[in-house]
């Protein structure tokens, strides 16, 4: 009866389809968007604050689905078998990815993701096994901070280790040892080193890549006309929208300002916020405070251009993220 109610209101907006889920056992927190014409078909769902399934995506007859703190699965995926798809916070699968466990499940880890077109199976049984061919039956499973780009295949048993990026169009068919870029054509693989593609992050180059975001956020305010003007004072930036003063500091709190509101741009939490003030930590990745039009516009750029997937503070469980604790 469950799997019929869990078909039937598919085509259903979301604001309908999760009471009807919750009045089923379903486990769904806050700011959850169940899109429309989204089958999700499961028997236990747990799904944390601010996950997004969108429409068009096919997730049918598994027997758990379990999605971390603004995770997410996009347009047209399909997810079958009878196991287990967990997926950490901040991670999620991209469009059109296929995904069968029909005998072990998928595990995704915090902040790690399949980009587009990826095929992940837990399973490799098609010829027979009586004339002499061995199946292979494991479960995949994805580390913290690790990525697979486009159009990957990762086979049965795979498991692929913490701050692992897979390059696109590889064919992964044994579990990854240590971590790195990987290349791996399923008869030969070349590791390299993780440094080609990340930086070394200390409290001096983290300070000045976020006077960098801030510049490109600007800039990409002014080239769409959203801002007047912009620019900068001392350790500060100011622009005005709609005739309004808004200040953005870094790490350092604004009293008696005549400012109408005032960004904080910094790496700890203060302790109190303003009425008028929002506070972006860059380390935990957490916003907090008043969040208007601009702010939205600001945490989408980030997140688009950077990477960056803020969430609020208030969602935010130290638990399910390790973040870099940053080297003087």
Same mark, same amino acid.
């Given at each position: 009866?469950?799997? +019929?109610?869990?078909?039937?209101?598919?085509?259903?907006? %979301?604001?309908?389809?999760?009471p009807i $889920?919750?009045?089923? /056992?379903?486990?769904i927190g806050?700011?959850?968007?169940?899109?429309? #014409?989204?089958?999700?078909?499961?028997?236990?769902?747990?799904?944390?604050?601010?996950?997004?399934?969108?429409?068009?995506?096919?997730?049918?007859?598994?027997?758990?689905?379990?999605? /971390?703190?603004?995770?997410?699965?996009?347009?047209?995926?399909?997810?079958?078998? $009878?196991?287990?798809?967990?997926?950490? @916070?901040?991670? /999620?699968?991209?469009?059109?990815?296929?995904?069968?466990?029909?005998?072990?499940?998928?595990?995704?880890?915090?902040?790690?993701? #399949?980009?587009?077109?990826?095929?992940?199976?837990?399973?490799? +049984? $098609?010829?027979?096994?009586?004339?002499? $061919?061995?199946?292979?039956?494991?479960?995949?499973?994805?580390?913290?901070?690790?990525?697979?780009?486009?159009?990957? &295949?990762?086979?049965?048993?795979?498991?692929?280790?913490?701050?692992? +990026?897979?390059?696109? /169009?590889?064919?992964?068919?044994?579990?990854?040892? *240590?971590?790195?870029?990987?290349?791996?054509? %399923?008869?030969?693989?070349?590791?390299?080193?993780?440094?080609?593609?990340?930086?070394?992050?200390?409290?001096?180059?983290?300070?000045?890549?976020?006077?960098?975001?801030?510049?490109?956020?600007?800039?990409?305010?002014? *080239?769409?006309?959203?801002?007047?003007?912009?620019?900068?004072?001392?350790?500060?930036?100011? #622009?005005?929208?709609?005739?309004?003063?808004?200040? +953005?500091?870094?790490?350092?709190?604004?009293?008696?300002?005549?400012?109408?509101?005032?960004?904080? #741009?910094?790496?700890?939490?203060?302790? !109190?916020?303003?009425?008028?003030?929002?506070?972006?930590?860059?380390?935990?990745?957490?916003f907090d405070?008043?969040? %208007?039009?601009?702010?939205? *516009? @600001?945490?989408?750029?980030?997140?688009? &251009?950077?990477?960056?997937?803020?969430?609020?503070?208030?969602?935010?469980?130290?638990?399910?993220?390790?973040?870099?604790?940053? !080297?003087?």
């Amino acid at each position: 009866m469950k799997k +019929i109610i869990q078909l039937l209101s598919t085509p259903l907006p %979301g604001i309908i389809r999760k009471p009807i $889920y919750r009045l089923m /056992g379903a486990k769904i927190g806050n700011r959850v968007k169940l899109s429309s #014409f989204a089958v999700v078909v499961s028997k236990e769902i747990d799904i944390r604050d601010g996950v997004k399934i969108s429409g068009f995506t096919f997730i049918y007859g598994i027997r758990s689905l379990k999605m /971390g703190t603004y995770s997410h699965i996009s347009r047209l995926c399909y997810i079958t078998g $009878y196991q287990d798809l967990k997926i950490g @916070a901040r991670s /999620g699968v991209g469009f059109g990815c296929h995904i069968e466990m029909h005998l072990e499940g998928v595990e995704i880890g915090n902040y790690s993701g #399949f980009s587009p077109k990826c095929v992940v199976n837990t399973h490799g +049984i $098609y010829l027979p096994y009586t004339h002499g $061919y061995n199946p292979i039956i494991a479960k995949v499973k994805l580390g913290d901070f690790s990525l697979v780009q486009a159009r990957c &295949y990762i086979g049965p048993g795979v498991i692929v280790p913490d701050e692992t +990026i897979i390059v696109a /169009g590889s064919n992964v068919l044994q579990r990854i040892d *240590k971590p790195g870029v990987i290349v791996d054509s %399923g008869f030969k693989r070349e590791r390299f080193p993780l440094g080609i593609m990340k930086r070394k992050v200390d409290k001096e180059s983290h300070y000045s890549d976020i006077k960098k975001l801030t510049l490109s956020l600007l800039n990409y305010f002014s *080239k769409n006309n959203l801002i007047s003007q912009y620019e900068e004072f001392g350790n500060s930036f100011y #622009f005005f929208c709609k005739k309004k003063k808004v200040k +953005i500091v870094f790490d350092e709190r604004i009293q008696n300002e005549h400012s109408e509101y005032v960004w904080i #741009f910094n790496s700890f939490y203060s302790k !109190e916020i303003q009425r008028n003030e929002t506070e972006f930590n860059f380390i935990k990745l957490t916003f907090d405070g008043h969040t %208007g039009i601009m702010e939205k *516009k @600001a945490l989408k750029y980030f997140q688009t &251009y950077f990477g960056l997937r803020f969430i609020p503070k208030s969602g935010f469980d130290e638990k399910e993220l390790i973040y870099p604790k940053l !080297e003087s």
